[in-house]
């Protein structure tokens, strides 16, 4: 029930979806019809911004083309004429949907041929308030929006003076044509506010040879306005930047223009200017408008838009103008250098960030890996030194081997050497009581033999790392170890103790060494119980299974061990006996450390020691 | 004064060196004790003649050279020969500082055992006869009066006698006198021998004024 519900609302979508994709695909058509030659900049200019902001932000895709009529030259009337049949023809067959009129007389020309293309769509006209102009007022057409250029030369007047307070002669230069009258007018209009502090001269109707010439004897502290400069009087075509060009390249004094036509060319500084570029925006983003059929009368124009301080870079480096105050801070420059640190300042911060950062990880990375190196170098210094101190402990190991060897040796020997002294005087003599002889013979047999389990015994601990291990059950030798001990138990009275799991323990290890271990720990605890009453003399073996290994104590009720000992129990030749060589607990760690285990012992609380090992335990198989 | 034989004294805790070493010097016509701790000599009546201890330095209980000390304290003159099982340089030079005659590893030879305890005795015996004379000596000293003792200590300043005259203000022939009964009772004929024996007797030679 819900997945049916689905399906259907996602059925739904798609449809409105897909209708939303027809509209988009849908491409208005734009014509633009300029009255004059592609080859002008202020066209250019006005195509740019129009463009820069056509089809912006907006969900219905334009085409645009473009048509320079150049009616100023235009070969024939039928020329026109049939250019503008065949869009009145293409407005029937295709969709036209808005048609924008660009500059003087082409309102004109449409109001003869173009009643077609004036019916059937919105219209925008860009153009000059020149006198006798055509409004749309005047070809009816109603669904159409007209944005005057109105130059505001008093402004840019204004701005010129201020770059240069101190000029006060003002040379006003401009062609022949139409046009260019009319924007010499523009600026005449404006000279009253400007007199009689500065003073005005106007320049048309000569040569641009002669415009030159004159212009290279105009006085260096003077301003020069090339408004608009189309033809000179030999009615030859110029547009008002190659006119800029010639003008401000024979001139020793600044050279100024009212529009932003100067932008991709040398000559004129720029100031406040009216914008072609932003008439363009302005008209791509009314443009946009009028295709979402928005109603001329919903549409509102901002003028303020087209008028803005421009100016060219290189021309105020020129002028030594750069830090004028004359120029606002939100200016538009031409031709500006290219100032790569303030270009790019944020890509070169972050390439910068970016670096130290990087250097900062090298260094951290540099670090880690040095410190890392001197760890392994201590780590091998400890190793070393450990296996120095290993070897050390082997040789001191030897010293007291040797030193408790010739001790205990001596005594034996010396009572070999003197029993044998005293059969040699019997022998001399022959003094001796019955039984003396044997006697002696017997203490020297006995004596040596000593002295030859000295020897076994050192031996048997220089031999203990060679043996095999198996798979034992330590409980096993726990009971034969007991019943070995337990003659010498009865005969000092001594009650043994025995707490051991039902189950066999089994280790992996080498029975008669484990043996010898169990051994010595019970003979110490026998020797320590030799001092204290029969009754007290007990000996506790204890066995307790503690994770994957097994701990066997055994523990005595004698002295405890003696605090001078403590550190040193394990250690070779240490004895508290005067009869021992002090290997047995020496003997019984290297057994237990060499079966991977640990012994240890304490004093219990109660008094008495006890001695404790751990082994690890395998399992039962 | 009595004339008791010369003892050997072995002191070992090693019940096999004790026995074998003391029968061995018996056999070799030598009076020997032997003692397995150094408690069980100082529990002996002390030896008032001549004879020297053999001891172990390891001894359990008292060591050997603990024994060497409480005996130095007691006046004891008898000669110490330390043996040992295995000993050290230290340990030697410690012992032979305090007085004892000789220092030797086990096993020594009988050679050395021998000539050690014949060395060892003799000195004992010049030691006893050395403090005989000084017995004797005392014991004359005594005899004197104490005008006598006072003309003494001015002969040791090796004053003449008309010298002693003038400082006692008494006559030449006084001290004369004096002189020749300190001869007698010393029973000596010349000053050299009355010096010799207020020597003996261990009285201060005063300073010379």
């Known amino acids: 029930m819900l997945k049916r519900g689905f399906i259907v609302l996602l059925s739904v979508f798609l449809l409105l979806f897909s209708q939303k994709s027809y509209s988009q695909n849908k491409v208005k058509n734009v014509v633009i019809f300029f009255s004059l030659g592609s080859n002008l900049t202020s066209y250019q200019n006005l195509l740019e911004g129009f463009k820069s902001t056509f089809n912006q932000n907006t969900y219905e895709p334009g085409n645009i083309i473009v048509e320079f009529m150049d009616i100023g030259r235009l070969y024939s009337e039928d020329h ?66 007209e944005v005057l250029a109105k130059f505001k030369t008093s402004t840019t007047l204004k701005n010129a003076f201020s770059l240069f307070p101190t000029y006060k002669n003002v040379f006003v230069i401009g062609g022949s044509s139409n046009v260019d009258l009319f924007f010499m007018s523009l600026v005449e209009k404006s000279k009253t506010q400007f007199e009689p502090a500065y003073n005005f001269k106007f320049i048309s109707g000569i040569t641009m040879d002669s415009t030159i010439r004159l212009v290279k004897k105009i ?234 389990s000295l020897i076994s015994s050192v031996r048997s601990l220089m031999k203990l790392e060679v043996r095999d291990k198996e798979k034992v059950d330590l409980n096993a030798i726990i009971q034969d170890t007991v019943s070995i001990f337990d003659p010498k138990a009865k005969q000092q009275r001594i009650k043994i103790d025995i707490h051991l799991t039902k189950n066999p323990v089994f280790v992996f290890g080498d029975k008669i060494q484990l043996q010898q271990v169990l051994l010595n720990l019970l003979n110490n605890a026998a020797h320590a119980m030799e001092e204290i009453e029969t009754e007290k003399r007990i000996i506790e073996i204890d066995q307790h299974i503690e994770k994957s290994s097994v701990i066997l104590s055994v523990r005595d009720t004698g002295e405890g061990i003696e605090e001078e000992v403590k550190e040193s129990l394990f250690n070779p030749f240490v004895t508290s006996r005067k009869s021992g060589l002090g290997i047995g607990l020496a003997v019984s760690c290297t057994i237990i450390v060499n079966h991977d285990g640990e012994i240890w012992a304490s004093n219990i609380s109660g008094g008495g020691a006890e001695f404790s090992f751990r082994l690890k335990i395998i399992s039962n198989d | 004064m009595t004339n008791e034989p010369d003892i050997v004294f072995v002191i070992d805790d090693e019940e096999s060196v004790r026995s074998s070493l003391s029968l061995f010097l018996k056999l070799s016509k030598y009076n020997v004790e032997s003692f397995e701790s150094a408690e069980n000599y100082l529990a002996r009546e002390s030896h008032s003649g001549a004879g020297c201890i053999i001891l172990d330095v390891n001894l359990s209980g008292k060591s050997g050279l603990d024994l060497q000390e409480e005996l130095v304290n007691r006046n004891s003159q008898l000669p110490i020969i330390f043996i040992t099982g295995f000993g050290n ?22 050679d050395v055992i021998l000539s050690s305890v014949s060395e060892a005795l003799a000195l004992s015996h010049k030691l006893i006869d050395e403090s005989r004379e000084i017995q004797k000596a005392k014991q004359l000293v005594l005899k004197l009066t104490p005008r006598e003792n006072e003309i003494l200590t001015y002969i040791l300043t090796g004053l003449l006698n008309k010298q002693i005259a003038a400082e006692l203000n008494i006559a030449e022939h006084t001290v004369m006198i004096h002189k020749r009964h300190i001869c007698e009772k010393l029973g000596v004929k010349s000053v050299p021998e009355i010096v010799q024996i207020a020597y003996q007797a261990g009285i201060q030679f005063p300073e010379k004024k």
């Open chain 1, 219 to 452: 006085p260096s502290n003077s301003i020069i306005i090339v408004p608009n400069y189309n033809r000179d009087a030999t009615n030859m075509t110029f547009s008002t930047p190659e006119a800029l060009k010639f003008i401000s390249n024979n001139a020793l004094a600044p050279v100024f223009t009212i529009s932003d036509v100067f932008s991709k060319k040398e000559g004129g500084i720029g100031g406040y200017v009216f914008s072609y570029t932003f008439y363009g925006k302005e008209a791509g983003r009314i443009a946009n408008e009028m295709l979402s059929g928005k109603l001329p009368k919903d549409i509102t124009v901002d003028e303020n838009s087209l008028y803005q301080y421009i100016y060219d870079w290189q021309q105020l480096k020129r002028w030594k103008l750069l830090d004028s105050k004359a120029i606002p801070a939100n200016s538009i420059f031409y031709n500006k250098e290219f100032d790569f640190f303030a270009e790019y300042k944020w890509y070169i911060l972050a390439v910068l960030l970016f670096l130290i950062m990087e250097t900062l990880l090298i260094m951290y990375l540099f670090r880690l890996n040095k410190r890392q190196k001197a760890i392994v170098k201590q780590m091998a210094e400890t190793d070393n030194l450990y296996r120095i101190l290993a070897r050390e402990q082997r040789l001191m190991t030897m010293v007291q081997l040797t030193a408790s060897l010739s001790h205990e040796l001596s005594q034996p020997l010396t009572a070999i050497l003197y029993n044998t002294q005293a059969l040699l005087e019997y022998h001399k003599s022959g003094e001796a009581e019955p039984g003396e002889i044997e006697e002696l013979l017997l203490k020297i047999i006995k004596d040596d033999k000593r002295a030859g």
């Open chain 2, 89 to 110: 340089i230290r340990m030697s030079v410690h012992a032979l500082k305090k007085g004892a005659v000789n220092y030797l590893e086990k096993p020594f030879e009988k």
């Open chain 1, 80 to 145: 026109a004429r049939q250019i503008i049949e065949m869009y009145n023809k293409k407005s029937y067959e295709t969709n036209l949907d808005l048609l924008i009129t660009v500059g003087p007389g082409i309102n004109a020309l449409l109001q003869k041929y173009g009643q077609n293309l004036l019916k059937t769509s919105p219209v925008l006209n860009l153009d000059l308030e020149l006198p006798g102009r055509i409004s749309l007022q005047d070809l009816h057409v109603k669904n159409g929006i």
